[in-house]
Nanobody, 125 residues
Framework: QVQLVESGGGLVQAGGSLRLSCAASGRTFSSYAMGWFRQAPGKEREFVAAISWSGDSTYYADSVKGRFTISRDNAKNTVYLQMNSLKPEDTAVYYC??????????????????WGQGTQVTVSS
């Protein structure tokens, strides 16, 4: 079992930055690929970014490429999402997720088997 707890969300003006953190329990965190997803009101949960177990490989949604950076510190059992140049359309609840099975850089919700409770990010114009 893996428990994920996100933090770092909040209210920021357009053009600003936030760093989200996702702390994981469990000794096998370093073997899991991790992802960030987001869900805006009335919309489906969508992929944002993913990182391999080693941190050597990353993948981003086109909408955040060049603005967001995913990283991880396996010694701290934590994955991060640095978000720069935020836009109002980035407003959503952000979730981190763990893939304990495939190990790939999944972009679909169904490829992840553990989820955090989410943290709200609101970007004002």
């Amino acid at each position: 079992q893996v428990q994920l707890v996100e933090s770092g969300g909040g209210l920021v003006q357009a053009g600003g930055s936030l760093r989200l953190s996702c702390a994981a329990s469990g000794r096998t965190f370093s073997s899991y690929a991790m992802g960030w997803f987001r869900q805006a009101p009335g919309k489906e949960r969508e992929f944002v970014a993913a990182i391999s177990w080693s941190g050597d490989s990353t993948y981003y949604a086109d909408s955040v490429k060049g603005r967001f950076t995913i990283s991880r510190d396996n010694a701290k059992n934590t994955v991060y999402l640095q978000m720069n140049s935020l836009k109002p359309e980035d407003t959503a609840v952000y979730y981190c997720a763990a893939d304990s099975i495939s190990g790939g850089l999944g972009v679909r919700v169904g490829e992840y088997d553990y989820w955090g409770q989410g943290t709200q990010v609101t970007v004002s114009s």
